[in-house]
Each structure stands twice: as structure tokens, then as C-alpha cells.
């Protein structure tokens, strides 16, 4: 069963050729290219308009994942990769073992409080 006519799915009738160009402001912008240090350049468009100062020196390439600088010949370092720290090296970066200890009394005295097990101390 065909609905007949040219009419590309989905688009509305009357609605012009797709892609229109002609609606809406577009802002002059620049291309900023950025190099990693396997070579691979990225292009990053700004504003015409911003300052010099708030455009980075450095991003993270979208295809290597090392950071990308814009100067070519020079391009960044790979910073010291540190290893995966899980959620706990983090915790007890933060906390000495007598603040684990009580931290871990404390929270299971609310538990126990909770459950009817303990009564409340005041």
C-alpha cells in the first residue's frame, strides 16, 4: 500500500527541502586544530568572538584519548598514568583506621536503632 507522491517519510508537508540553510543565525566561528602525539589532529570550532585566553591549550584527542595540544610540532606529554584506584584506596587515602572503626560503630548503631535491636541513646 503506498501513500503515493515524493514526500520523504516523516517530513512535514510544505516543509522545503531538507537541510534548509536559510533559517536561523549562524555565528562566525574559527577552527582551532589540536595534535596528540601520535600525529592525529582535531579540529574544535569556537566563536569568532571569544577571547584568545579562553580558548584551551589543551584537550583530550576523541581519538587516542591523550591530550592534544595546538602547537604541532610540539605536542603534549602523556601525563604519569596512575593506577586504578578502587572506591576504597580512595577512602582510606581520607581516613586513619581509629576514624574507619568509629565511623563503621557509628553507622551500625543507627542500623541497630533502626531495627528495634538497640535503644536510642540521649
Known amino acids: 500500500m503506498s ?3 515524493s514526500a520523504i517519510r516523516g517530513s512535514r508537508v510544505g516543509s522545503g527541502p531538507m537541510g534548509e ?22 579540529i574544535r570550532y569556537f566563536a569568532a568572538n571569544v577571547p584568545e585566553e579562553e580558548i584551551p ?15 604541532k610540532e610540539n605536542p ?3 601525563a604519569k598514568l596512575e593506577p586504578y584506584k578502587t572506591h576504597l584506596a580512595y577512602v582510606k587515602e581520607r581516613r586513619t583506621q581509629e576514624e574507619a572503626e568509629q565511623l563503621l ?17 540521649n
Open 3 to 5: 501513500s503515493g507522491g
Open 57 to 71: 591549550e589543551i584537550i583530550d584527542c576523541p581519538t587516542s584519548g591523550l591530550p592534544a595540544g595546538r602547537d
Open 105 to 121: 560503630e557509628d553507622a551500625l548503631r543507627q542500623l541497630r536503632e533502626r531495627r528495634g535491636r538497640l535503644t536510642p541513646t
Open 21 to 42: 540553510q536559510d533559517h536561523g543565525f549562524h555565528a562566525e566561528r574559527i577552527a582551532v586544530s589540536y595534535w596528540d602525539a601520535l600525529g592525529n589532529e582535531t
Open 76 to 78: 603534549p606529554a602523556v
